[in-house]
């Protein structure tokens, strides 16, 4: 190559570099402006609310509260005799209502955004068991899902892995902070596994690749179908392999770390429980026998038919996370208000439940009014809340940390006009381990937008 060639490849390369920088800066900008809210520093000064009523979740109702927020974490909670620390913010909330923030037990948020642009999608690895996927690792900060939620109440939020047999693990996420690994609570908090349906037909599944990818079984050869029994037996004998590595790493017989089943030691030593994707009865039935013979701490995902199994769900005191109450019915037979009243008859059954927004990013902000309709069809409005805070933070681990207001807890918390399960309740404020957040989102920021437009086309009709 000649050195004028070397010279105008070199000259291109700056070109390009410089340009990428500019596009690069110039997105950066575009992704600020359309993100909107800018995340707040950890809490520097004593933040005390006065006034409000408080909502505990779990020690009662406080009329006239006071509650006080040091370092991210919940210093005090009483009533008027509460003392204020040297130097605090005191902030009048009077007439006002606190509350827990609101925690989604089944959500994509960070790591959907839109639905048919695929490389903003990191929700599905490829085979069937991995059970060393971590959400948290893939959650975008910057995602514009987190600002509607917020907005909503729902400060934190399970990021949930699908597909496959076993997914991966369910990581908590506070809807706070610059990057995942300062939102992250608790990366690994839940193992997800997909039950197979049985009155579904024979699939085709295999830890290899799918036919036509690199190491790929020949041209025209495919995985048998597995029957539902084949696929039982296949999660049963990954858990049997899991169990070996386990037993051989504690005798000191591990040569090699294999992070799949090196992943699965806290769900085999009950460290953390097994989230089961369930609708139907035979499916919750088999799961449950499943769980207990592999002795395992179990939850149930979706629930759909799990009022047909009351009375074993709680003779076996395992819970259930209910999904999407606002659904419509699946079956011809079954009345519109399936769904919405799902949640009053578990209630009323003894069973322990949490509610989730669904699994769509998208949904994550409807949360509140997924308890909300189950107060419509006969919940208790208090059984409500706890879906959606103490017991969906039981459930995967981070009660120590959230899901209710008392001392010592992180200082997450909404002041809000009224209860944040009605839709005519404005969340007015965010707290989120003591920072006091930015409100705005993206629907704000086009209410606002469309309503100057409005207000500009009115203007000109006057003139």
């Given at each position: 190559?000649h050195?004028?060639d070397?010279?105008t490849?070199?000259?291109?390369?700056?070109?390009?570099?410089?340009?990428?920088?500019?596009?690069?800066?110039?997105?950066?900008a575009?992704?600020?402006?359309?993100?909107?809210?800018?995340?707040?520093?950890?809490q520097?000064?004593p933040?005390?609310?006065?006034g409000?009523?408080?909502?505990t979740?779990?020690?009662?109702?406080?009329?006239?509260g006071?509650?006080?927020?040091?370092?991210?974490?919940i210093?005090?909670?009483?009533?008027?005799?509460v003392?204020?620390?040297?130097?605090?913010?005191?902030?009048?909330?009077?007439?006002?209502?606190?509350?827990?923030?609101l925690?989604?037990?089944?959500?994509?948020?960070g790591?959907?955004?839109?639905?048919?642009?695929?490389?903003?999608?990191d929700?599905?690895?490829?085979?069937?068991?991995?059970?060393?996927?971590?959400?948290?690792?893939a959650?975008?900060?910057?995602?514009?899902?987190?600002g509607?939620?917020?907005?909503?109440?729902?400060l934190?939020?399970?990021?949930?892995?699908?597909?496959?047999v076993?997914?991966?693990?369910?990581?908590?996420?506070?809807?706070e902070?610059?990057?995942?690994?300062?939102?992250?609570?608790?990366?690994?908090?839940?193992?997800?596994?997909n039950?197979?349906?049985?009155?579904?037909?024979?699939?085709?599944?295999?830890?290899?690749?799918?036919?036509?990818f690199?190491?790929?079984?020949?041209?025209?050869?495919?995985?048998?179908?597995?029957t539902?029994?084949?696929?039982?037996?296949?999660l049963k004998?990954?858990?049997?392999?899991a169990?070996?590595?386990?037993?051989a790493?504690q005798?000191?017989?591990?040569?090699?770390?294999?992070v799949?089943?090196?992943s699965?030691?806290?769900v085999?030593?009950?460290?953390?429980?097994?989230?089961?994707?369930a609708?139907?009865?035979?499916?919750?039935?088999?799961?449950?026998?499943w769980?207990?013979?592999?002795?395992?701490?179990?939850?149930?995902?979706?629930?759909?038919?799990?009022?047909?199994?009351?009375d074993?769900?709680?003779?076996?005191?395992?819970?259930?996370?209910?999904?999407?109450?606002?659904?419509?019915?699946?079956r011809?037979?079954?009345?519109?208000d399936?769904?919405?009243?799902?949640?009053?008859?578990l209630?009323?059954?003894?069973?322990?439940?949490a509610?989730?927004g669904?699994?769509?990013?998208?949904?994550?902000?409807?949360?509140?009014?997924?308890?909300?309709?189950?107060v419509?069809?006969?919940?208790?409005?208090?059984?409500?809340?706890?879906?959606?805070?103490i017991?969906?933070?039981?459930?995967?681990?981070?009660a120590?940390?959230?899901?209710?207001l008392?001392?010592?807890?992180?200082?997450?918390?909404?002041?809000t006009?009224g209860?944040?399960?009605?839709?005519?309740?404005?969340?007015i404020?965010?707290?989120i381990q003591?920072?006091?957040?930015?409100?705005?989102?993206?629907?704000?920021q086009?209410?606002?937008?469309?309503?100057?437009?409005?207000?500009?086309?009115?203007?000109?009709i006057?003139?």
């Amino acid at each position: 190559m000649h050195m004028t060639d070397r010279r105008t490849l070199r000259s291109a390369g700056r070109r390009t570099a410089t340009l990428a920088l500019v596009l690069t800066a110039a997105l950066s900008a575009h992704a600020v402006g359309a993100q909107v809210t800018i995340p707040v520093a950890p809490q520097s000064q004593p933040v005390v609310l006065r006034g409000a009523t408080i909502h505990t979740v779990t020690k009662g109702t406080i009329p006239n509260g006071t509650i006080v927020l040091d370092k991210g974490r919940i210093l005090a909670i009483g009533g008027a005799e509460v003392t204020v620390p040297r130097g605090a913010k005191v902030v009048d909330v009077t007439g006002k209502h606190i509350y827990p923030g609101l925690i989604d037990a089944y959500s994509t948020v960070g790591i959907t955004e839109i639905g048919s642009v695929e490389v903003s999608n990191d929700i599905t690895e490829l085979g069937d068991f991995n059970p060393n996927v971590r959400a948290e690792v893939a959650v975008n900060a910057e995602s514009r899902h987190i600002g509607t939620s917020r907005s909503a109440g729902v400060l934190v939020a399970f990021s949930t892995p699908e597909g496959g047999v076993i997914s991966g693990l369910s990581s908590a996420m506070s809807l706070e902070g610059w990057t995942w690994e300062e939102m992250s609570m608790k990366g690994a908090a839940a193992l997800n596994v997909n039950w197979p349906d049985p009155a579904a037909r024979s699939r085709r599944f295999g830890g290899g690749p799918p036919p036509g990818f690199p190491g790929a079984p020949g041209a025209g050869a495919r995985p048998a179908p597995k029957t539902y029994a084949e696929q039982v037996q296949a999660l049963k004998d990954f858990f049997a392999e899991a169990r070996a590595y386990r037993d051989a790493q504690q005798a000191g017989q591990v040569a090699r770390t294999d992070v799949r089943y090196a992943s699965m030691i806290p769900v085999l030593d009950r460290a953390i429980p097994v989230v089961v994707a369930a609708n139907s009865v035979s499916q919750i039935n088999d799961a449950i026998t499943w769980a207990k013979g592999e002795g395992v701490r179990l939850v149930i995902r979706g629930g759909a038919d799990a009022i047909h199994v009351a009375d074993r769900l709680k003779a076996e005191n395992i819970p259930v996370i209910l999904t999407s109450t606002l659904d419509a019915p699946q079956r011809t037979y079954e009345g519109y208000d399936g769904g919405y009243n799902a949640p009053a008859q578990l209630y009323a059954a003894g069973v322990r439940f949490a509610i989730a927004g669904g699994s769509g990013g998208l949904y994550t902000y409807r949360l509140p009014w997924e308890a909300g309709v189950a107060v419509a069809f006969g919940l208790p409005e208090e059984e409500a809340l706890k879906a959606v805070t103490i017991n969906a933070a039981e459930f995967m681990g981070i009660a120590d940390q959230v899901g209710s207001l008392e001392v010592g807890k992180q200082a997450t918390l909404l002041i809000t006009s009224g209860t944040p399960l009605n839709m005519t309740s404005d969340v007015i404020q965010a707290y989120i381990q003591g920072r006091e957040i930015d409100m705005n989102d993206m629907q704000k920021q086009f209410f606002k937008k469309y309503l100057e437009k409005i207000k500009q086309q009115q203007g000109k009709i006057a003139m």
